[in-house]
């Protein structure tokens, strides 16, 4: 008996005869891929999170950083306000030395 002839079992954990899936089976649900991925205690699942969501932070962080630049280009810019440009500041600071 070869690694090829053994019989796996389904995502149900039922063994069908040789690997093969009957047609009875259902197909995944909606949303079941990421609710495994969110509640998963896989290590390497949790590492691809991690990437995930500091890249994500590293992209809005960024976008921030380019907003401040564009108000620093010239001396009487108005992109945006002085207390709006102060939150940025700071919501780019969080981001880049907390989240990234």
């Given at each position: 008996?070869?690694?090829?002839?053994?019989a796996?079992?389904?995502?149900?954990?039922?063994?069908?005869?040789?690997?093969?899936v009957?047609?009875g089976?259902?197909?995944?649900r909606r949303?079941?891929?990421?609710?495994?991925?969110?509640?998963s205690?896989?290590h390497?699942?949790i590492?691809h999170?991690?990437?995930i969501?500091?890249f994500?932070?590293?992209?809005?962080a960024?976008a921030?950083?380019?907003?401040i630049?564009?108000?620093?280009?010239g001396?009487?810019?108005?992109?945006?306000?002085?207390?709006q440009?102060?939150e940025?500041?700071t919501m780019?600071?969080i981001?880049?030395?907390?989240?990234f």
């Open positions: 008996m070869t690694a090829f002839d053994s796996e079992p389904d995502r149900a954990g039922s063994l069908s005869s040789a690997g093969v009957s047609s089976q259902r197909a995944d949303g079941s891929v990421l609710a495994d991925w969110l509640s205690t896989d390497k699942v590492g999170l991690y990437l969501t500091s994500s932070f590293f992209l809005v960024g921030m950083a380019m907003v630049r564009a108000q620093l280009l001396p009487d810019n108005h992109i945006v306000s002085d207390q440009y102060n940025l500041f780019h600071g981001l880049m030395l907390i989240f």
